[in-house]
């Protein structure tokens, strides 16, 4: 386990020890939560951006395609919405 060093103003750190003894927990324990939380984040986003990747390969790979000349005019739009 490695030590770190956290410089905080003495406010915060009054809340935080406030708001770790209420949860029956330490200031160190918080962090530790915080620190894994943020890392489960960003391997949250990483898996997402990879499915998104295999998705447009996927995409791709079926030769669908996207262009603009496939959206619907301003008056083709204005013209579909009223008949609904």
Do not use: C, P, W
């Not at 103003?9 to 324990?29: C, E, F, I, N, P």
């Not at 995409?59 to 609904?84: P, Y």
Request: aromatic share 6%; net charge positive.
């Amino acid at each position: 386990m490695k030590n770190i060093t956290v410089s905080v103003d003495g406010d915060l750190y009054h809340q935080a020890r406030v708001y770790a003894a209420q949860k029956k927990t330490s200031v160190s324990a918080l962090v530790k939560q915080f620190l894994a939380a943020v890392v489960r984040e960003e391997s949250d986003f990483e898996r997402l951006k990879r499915e998104e990747n295999e998705l447009r390969s996927r995409i791709a790979s079926e030769g669908i395609t996207f262009s603009a000349s496939d959206r619907l005019s301003r008056t083709e739009l204005h013209e579909r919405h009223a008949l609904r």
